[in-house]
């Protein structure tokens, strides 16, 4: 049974995801701020967690960069609840290291969509077949012969990010992306985002692959 944190300080809200959870047959905890938030994440090590953005205490954004700092809890699927009209905090959110959003109130399907696609991913990712590193778009540029703009498309498109999410995460129109997605399908030889994704990942997981500079 896979378990799922929910950060969201909105009572009511709070009380309705856990309950669709539950009912789901997921194991369920949920917390009232951000603090508390990351003291369960740390000591329940949820499979995934749904966080919402704006919250007392340490918002989501401090709760993802914490999370991600940690070494136990750097890779736990985090999915962001956000209000309408917070588009540059999902942009910041994703560029932090989120991998995914949620527009609230969320409809019972796209909840569960997101949720199940996530743990997913992260089965897939955690088979010895694949280990990639995404904290980096150099390898593909260089291994690619990409553009970094290009290369940047493709290593959101390998971590299942739609047109849309990437044109939110850079900041770019969704026809730039469709462009950039095309380019790659060209110098890739490939036809499918699938096709795209897997070169991506080989190249992610390789241990020749290029490490990026340290931060200055």
């Known amino acids: 049974m896979n378990k799922i944190l929910v950060i969201e300080d909105e009572p009511e809200m709070r009380r309705n995801l856990l309950t669709i959870l539950r009912f789901e047959q997921f194991a369920a905890l949920g917390a009232e701020n951000g603090r508390q938030g990351l003291d369960l994440a740390r000591r329940e090590r949820p499979d995934l967690i749904l966080c919402d953005v704006m919250m007392p205490e340490l918002d989501g954004h401090g709760v993802l960069a914490a999370l991600r700092e940690d070494p136990a809890t750097a890779r736990t699927p985090f999915i962001f609840l956000t209000a309408k009209g917070e588009r540059p905090d999902v942009r910041?959110?994703?560029?932090?290291?989120?991998?995914?959003?949620?527009?609230?109130?969320?409809?019972?399907?796209?909840?569960?969509?997101?949720?199940?696609?996530?743990?997913?991913?992260?089965?897939?990712?955690?088979?010895?077949?694949?280990?990639?590193?995404?904290?980096?778009?150099?390898?593909?540029?260089?291994?690619?012969?990409?553009?970094?703009?290009?290369?940047?498309?493709?290593?959101?498109?390998?971590?299942?990010?739609?047109?849309?999410?990437?044109?939110?995460?850079?900041?770019?129109?969704?026809?730039?992306?469709?462009?950039?997605?095309?380019?790659?399908?060209?110098?890739?030889?490939?036809?499918?985002?699938?096709?795209?994704?897997?070169?991506?990942?080989?190249?992610?997981?390789?241990?020749?692959?290029?490490?990026?500079?340290?931060?200055?």
């Open 92 to 216: 910041a959110g994703m560029n932090l290291g989120a991998d995914d959003y949620l527009t609230k109130p969320v409809a019972k399907a796209d909840l569960l969509t997101a949720i199940h696609s996530r743990l997913k991913r992260q089965a897939q990712q955690a088979t010895p077949a694949f280990q990639p590193n995404f904290e980096s778009s150099r390898p593909l540029e260089q291994a690619l012969d990409l553009t970094p703009r290009v290369a940047e498309t493709l290593l959101w498109l390998a971590q299942g990010k739609t047109n849309p999410d990437i044109a939110t995460i850079l900041g770019i129109s969704e026809a730039t992306v469709k462009k950039h997605v095309l380019e790659i399908f060209a110098a890739l030889s490939v036809e499918t985002r699938t096709a795209a994704s897997l070169r991506a990942l080989e190249v992610l997981s390789s241990p020749q692959a290029p490490t990026p500079p340290p931060a200055v």
